[in-house]
């Protein structure tokens, strides 16, 4: 059974940063692209960046530059680090394997003041 146990989230002012984490069994990890993803209020969940299994990155244009996805695979845990956070970031950020759409975990919430 697959488990997503995403952490680290929390409130922030606008500048401010974040690591999240996110822990993940039931799959092979390492075989796995992972993405983080969020969802805002209203919105749609969007992928806003992604880890192939080899290291290579992609970001959404919203956050490139200003996030930072890794993976350590001997632990089986994806993190984001969020950077110069805007109160547009604020949203329940979760993790998955991108081409394999796990059942979601909880999600973290990030809330941004301004």
């Known amino acids: 059974q697959v488990q997503l146990v995403e952490s680290g989230g929390g409130l922030v002012q606008a500048g401010g940063s974040l690591r999240l984490s996110c822990a993940v069994s039931?799959?092979?990890?390492?075989?796995?692209?992972m993405g983080w993803y969020r969802q805002a209020p209203g919105k749609q969940r969007e992928l806003v960046a992604r880890i192939t299994t080899s290291g290579s990155t992609n970001y959404a244009d919203s956050v490139k530059g200003r996030f930072t996805i890794s993976r350590d695979n001997a632990k089986n845990t994806v993190y984001l680090q969020m950077n110069s956070l805007k109160p547009e970031d604020t949203a329940v950020y979760y993790c998955?394997?991108?081409?394999?759409?796990?059942?979601w975990g909880r999600g973290t919430q990030v809330t941004v003041s301004s």
């Open positions: 039931g799959i092979i990890f390492n075989s796995n692209t």
């Open positions: 998955n394997a991108v081409f394999l759409l796990a059942n």
